[in-house]
């Protein structure tokens, strides 16, 4: 088939992927190959993959099965390695989801604000660009990676669905959280940030009431006001919206919007950068 565009927002805790057939997520958790005593079935999202050289398993049984493997990485680079097989069981994932063919690929991914520099943004291009050889469960197959971009996280996920005036994003990753400022269309770096917590890092998770008052804290230092167009987006958002709206009482869950031929999808927020991201894509390399 022609190139495939792609948007991929390939998250600490799960991968979202967005293109021309609609969308795709998995867990991302990652862990080194290791011999098993009962080869079970590979479940839904389970897979055994060897990627350029390195073997592991990857999906819900990287969850379970970490015992000799390494943690998900929730630092606030995506300028390593796992990204890379992240992104590339995203692609093979998509083909397989959709039953398509895929052989040129060209996508756009994401980096937290803080590190959306021009020397983590090459070495992600540099480690994605070109063919790779995977097998993953049992099968081989070969995605070439024509052309990569690399956006910025929370601001990004502004063309899911974007409008004009001042427009705040809090994008509330695993391993990050990201606070983006959008004027008229335009990025402004000095009211945006990437903070270093997250779902998954924090002491306790079901507190999402402290979870959010560290993001009010943290954005009220950006000089966001309490009456701003804000909008909340990433995997928690329903459940974190009304903790956001005790302070930002205009904050609203960012609609993404994807288009699939005639018809338009308003997904789940969790969705908005990577379609924010597939958007930015076709208008990249369509
Ligand atoms: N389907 C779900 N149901 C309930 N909670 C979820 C679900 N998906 C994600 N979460 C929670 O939301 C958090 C954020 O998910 P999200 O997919 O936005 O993170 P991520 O993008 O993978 O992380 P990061 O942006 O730090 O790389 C997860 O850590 C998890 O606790
Ligand atoms: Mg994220």
Same mark, same amino acid.
């Given at each position: 088939?022609?190139?495939?565009?792609?948007?991929?927002? *390939?998250?600490?805790?799960?991968?979202?992927?967005?293109?021309?057939?609609?969308?795709?997520? @998995?867990?991302?958790?990652?862990?080194?190959?290791?011999?098993?005593?009962?080869?079970?079935?590979?479940?839904?999202?389970?897979?055994?993959?060897?990627?350029?050289?390195?073997?592991?398993?990857?999906?819900?049984?990287?969850?379970?099965?970490?015992?000799?493997?390494?943690?998900?990485?929730?630092?606030?680079?995506? *300028?390593?390695?796992?990204?890379?097989?992240?992104?590339?069981?995203?692609?093979?994932?998509?083909?397989?989801?959709?039953?398509?063919?895929?052989?040129?690929?060209?996508?756009?991914?994401?980096?937290?604000?803080?590190?959306?520099?021009?020397?983590?943004?090459?070495?992600?291009?540099?480690?994605?660009?070109?063919?790779?050889?995977?097998?993953?469960?049992?099968?081989?197959?070969?995605?070439?990676?024509?052309?990569?971009?690399?956006?910025?996280?929370?601001?990004?996920? @502004?063309?899911?669905?974007?409008?004009?005036?001042?427009?705040?994003?809090?994008?509330?990753?695993?391993?990050?959280?990201? *606070?983006?400022?959008?004027?008229?269309?335009? @990025?402004?770096?000095?009211?945006?940030?990437?903070?270093?917590?997250?779902?998954?890092?924090?002491?306790?998770?079901?507190?999402?009431?402290?979870?959010?008052?560290?993001?009010?804290?943290?954005?009220?230092?950006?000089?966001?006001?309490?009456?701003?167009?804000? @909008?909340?987006?990433?995997?928690?958002?329903?459940?974190?919206?009304?903790?956001?709206?005790?302070?930002?009482?205009?904050?609203?869950?960012?609609?993404?919007?994807?288009?699939?031929?005639?018809?338009?999808?308003?997904?789940?927020?969790?969705?908005?950068?990577?379609?924010?991201?597939?958007?930015?894509?076709?208008?990249?390399?369509?």
């Amino acid at each position: 088939m022609s190139k495939l565009i792609l948007g991929i927002d *390939a998250g600490n805790h799960t991968a979202k992927i967005a293109g021309p057939y609609g969308m795709d997520s @998995y867990r991302t958790a990652i862990c080194d190959w290791f011999e098993r005593d009962i080869v079970e079935s590979h479940g839904a999202d389970d897979m055994e993959f060897e990627i350029d050289g390195r073997k592991g398993f990857a999906g819900s049984i990287a969850v379970y099965e970490d015992e000799f493997g390494r943690a998900s990485m929730f630092g606030d680079t995506k *300028a390593h390695e796992d990204t890379k097989i992240r992104v590339l069981l995203a692609i093979y994932r998509y083909g397989k989801k959709y039953g398509i063919d895929i052989t040129d690929v060209s996508l756009v991914t994401g980096q937290p604000i803080v590190s959306h520099k021009p020397t983590d943004k090459e070495a992600i291009q540099q480690m994605l660009v070109g063919t790779h050889t995977l097998h993953v469960n049992g099968e081989t197959q070969s995605i070439h990676i024509v052309e990569t971009g690399v956006a910025a996280e929370g601001s990004g996920a @502004y063309w899911s669905s974007p409008e004009g005036g001042t427009v705040r994003i809090i994008d509330v990753g695993s391993g990050t959280v990201n *606070a983006a400022t959008i004027i008229d269309k335009r @990025y402004i770096n000095n009211a945006s940030d990437t903070f270093n917590f997250g779902m998954e890092t924090v002491n306790n998770k079901e507190d999402l009431a402290s979870v959010a008052r560290g993001i009010i804290r943290n954005t009220s230092r950006l000089k966001w006001h309490r009456n701003d167009s804000v @909008y909340v987006c990433g995997g928690i958002a329903k459940d974190m919206l009304p903790f956001i709206q005790s302070h930002y009482s205009s904050a609203q869950l960012l609609q993404p919007m994807l288009q699939e031929g005639n018809a338009v999808t308003v997904a789940d927020p969790v969705y908005a950068n990577s379609i924010g991201f597939y958007k930015l894509a076709k208008g990249a390399f369509g």
